[in-house]
């Protein structure tokens, strides 16, 4: 079974810096079957970044998505207000646990 | 606008059936395939199963597999995950969405879910 680990589990930083998120797959990506999604507190989830690097219509450029094998990292270059949110990566039918991203 | 809808959620018995529907506009249904994903409240997300478009390919989370099925009606843009032997560790929000495919291939699975609808709740209790 696929896991995937996400960390930090709380990422406290301030509008403007840089947000580096991990996620550590259990079993090599083969393809590039990794994504990256958004959740604000009573919304469904958003499609950020999808294959690894391609971003979703309508994300941003601050958002990028990078890595290969086991280890993937969502960037969020110079964060917005809007920004501070939980994050998910996905691997085919697995999600990892989450990323917070708070405000310092 | 494109646009996802799920119904059928309700308060149900452990052990019993419930099925859930989700009706889709605005883009070419019949050309994508479909998941449903679950949360179950301050948790995270759980991928329960997935369809391609001509229904030749599907997948179940190992957490549902032979109790959950899902279809689809291209006919009336409209996905279904039929539930049975519900427990209580099924319940939480349940969320259809679009896959968000390959330019030169119709309708594969690919898991990335580019459109989401608002959710439909199942209490088993």
Known sequence: EIVL????????????????????????VIGNSLA?????????????IYAVSSRATGIPDRFSGSGSGTD?????????????????????????QGTKVEIQ | EVQLEESGGSLVQPGRSLRLSCAA?????????????????????????GISWDSVSIDYADSVRGRFTISRDNAKNSLYLQMSGLRAEDMGLYYCAKDIGLTMIRGVITYAMDVWGQGTTVTVS
């Not at chain 1, 110079?78 to 691997?91: A, G, K």
């Not at chain 2, 506009?25 to 991928?47: C, I, N, T």
Request: proline share 7%; hydrophobic share 30%; glycine share 10%.
């Open chain 1, 36 to 48: 990256w999604y958004q959740q604000k507190p009573g919304q469904a989830p958003r499609l950020l």
């Open chain 1, 72 to 96: 993937f990292t969502l960037t969020i270059n110079r964060l917005e207000p809007e920004d501070f949110s939980v994050y998910f990566c996905q691997q085919y039918g697995m999600f990892g």
């Open chain 2, 25 to 49: 506009s605005g883009f070419s249904f019949q050309d994508y395939a479909m998941h449903w994903v679950r949360q179950s409240p301050g948790k995270g997300l759980e991928w329960v199963s």
């Open chain 1, 5 to 28: 680990t996400q960390s930090p589990g709380t990422l406290s930083l301030s509008p403007g810096e840089r947000a580096t998120l991990s996620c550590r797959t259990s079993q090599n």
